[in-house]
């Protein structure tokens, strides 16, 4: 065998081990991608049945007599705050299903509606005074969990009886039940009940959480990148900050959440689960990420604008801030915009500083207790009732839906303001 037959031999080995590799390359992104996909159509399946929510329909009477109320007069809120609605429901019920009379059965029977349909109701009449005058009103009040996932996934649970069942074919057939988008899922806050819970509350501390991040990481770590590329002096003590900001990036994010225990809540005696330590504490997780793609966009700027700039007669500072740092602005917005994305579903360092607490009101400001997506996830996928497995499904679509949008964004400015050296 000569020397070409030997090189040609060599060749084709070459292209076939090159070609084994791209097809192994191919089958790794291709298992990767179902693995994917099957994760998102499970949490799209479990979340279906959160965007819906079954209601009954209840002919309410709203008389004078029936609701204790003075027989003339004119009906003040006051007056319309002290009536017992949860009877006034219960009564609604037992007119529906006349043939209910032992105690057992009325109790089965009363647990078909959600406990908050007296607050739906006295809220109606507490806003329209008026109405009470109109002796009866139909409302749609939302059924009991149990009952919505019973209704919509025809699945027995052992807290639905064979009553309770016999009672929700007999409102399917008279059409007095049905299901709708569920809106309270995007307009109410964390709640024991199922059927009352939403995200707003949630999503609203993310925003503040967020906000505070970004006001405190962004311009931090964008002037740290500048002076540490641009103006510190190349000496160990520099090595060892550059040395250190790189295994800060590295760090587990729970131990973020234990210095903001240890300094901001302990030391410093700020509110716990504010979004204001909330998002400190982010900000020290985001910080080296931002440093290091600030640093990294800054020196991918041409050395040769910096010296054409400094032989026209530019300052160093001129330098950077009118050429380096514009040139550099799109790199640096992505790098925030991907550690913002991180800092959007961190949720351990947010539990050591108490965002896990149950918290109803919806938060106003940084300073008001509040949750956020991630950590609302982890409390609904610890309760007990059916009917927060699909709450927590769509929270996670919602939360991934920020991400995507997130990194999009990035994907965007990137595109968008580039530039080709």
């Known amino acids: 065998m000569n020397n070409t037959e030997i090189v040609k031999q060599g060749l084709k080995q070459r292209y076939a081990r090159e070609k084994r590799f791209q097809l192994y390359g191919r089958c790794a992104v291709f298992v990767g991608f179902i693995f994917l996909a099957l994760l998102l159509v499970d949490i799209i399946i479990k979340a279906t049945p959160a965007f819906s ?22 009906i003040t809120q006051t007056m319309i705050s002290a009536v017992n609605f949860g009877g006034v429901v219960k009564k609604a019920l037992r007119d529906a299903f006349p043939d209910v009379s ?39 009040f939302k059924a009991d969990d149990d009952v919505d996932t019973f209704y919509k996934l025809g699945k027995r649970t052992s807290r639905i009886s064979d009553k309770q069942a016999e009672y929700i074919a007999a409102l399917a057939a008279s059409n007095h039940i049905r299901t709708s988008f569920n809106t309270t899922l995007f307009t109410a806050s964390d709640s024991r ?52 900001i790189n295994n800060l990036a590295a760090v587990p994010s729970i131990v973020f959440g234990l210095l903001g225990l240890a300094v901001f809540i302990n030391f410093f005696g700020m509110p716990r689960s504010a979004p204001l330590v909330g998002g400190l504490v982010l900000s020290l997780m985001t910080l080296p990420t931002i440093i290091i793609s600030s640093r990294a ?35 640096i917005l992505t790098g925030s915009i ?3 994305a991180q800092a959007l579903g961190e949720s351990a360092p947010l539990l050591m500083i108490g965002m896990v607490a149950f918290i109803v009101d919806v938060p106003g400001g940084i300073f008001d207790s509040a949750t956020v997506l991630p950590v609302q996830i982890y409390l609904w996928s610890d309760s007990p009732e059916r009917a927060f497995t699909a709450l927590t499904a769509a929270t996670i679509l919602v939360l991934l839906g920020f991400l995507t949008a997130m990194n999009a964004i990035a994907i965007y400015l990137r595109k968008r303001f580039e530039r080709r050296w």
């Open 53 to 74: 929510v079954t209601e009954i329909r209840l002919d309410i009477k709203v008389d004078r007599a029936s609701l204790d109320l003075p027989s003339e007069g004119r």
């Open 102 to 140: 032992s105690r057992k059965e009325k109790k089965q029977l009363y647990k078909l509606v959600s406990s908050g349909a007296e607050f739906l109701l006295l809220e109606k009449l507490f806003t329209n005074p008026e109405l009470v005058d109109r002796e009866k009103m139909t409302l749609w």
């Open 193 to 244: 009940e199922p059927e009352q819970a939403g995200i707003r509350g949630a999503l609203l501390g993310s925003f503040w959480t967020l906000l505070v991040t970004l006001m405190v990481s962004l311009p931090v770590g964008v002037a740290a990148a500048i002076y540490l590329e641009e103006f510190a002096p190349q000496n160990k003590v520099t090595d060892f900050i550059e040395i250190n």
């Open 297 to 331: 966009a800054i020196k991918s700027v041409p050395p040769s604008i910096k010296e054409a700039a400094l032989g026209i007669g530019a300052s160093h500072m001129q330098v950077v801030f009118h050429h380096t740092l514009p040139l550099a602005m799109p790199g």
């Open 338 to 340: 991907i550690g913002m």
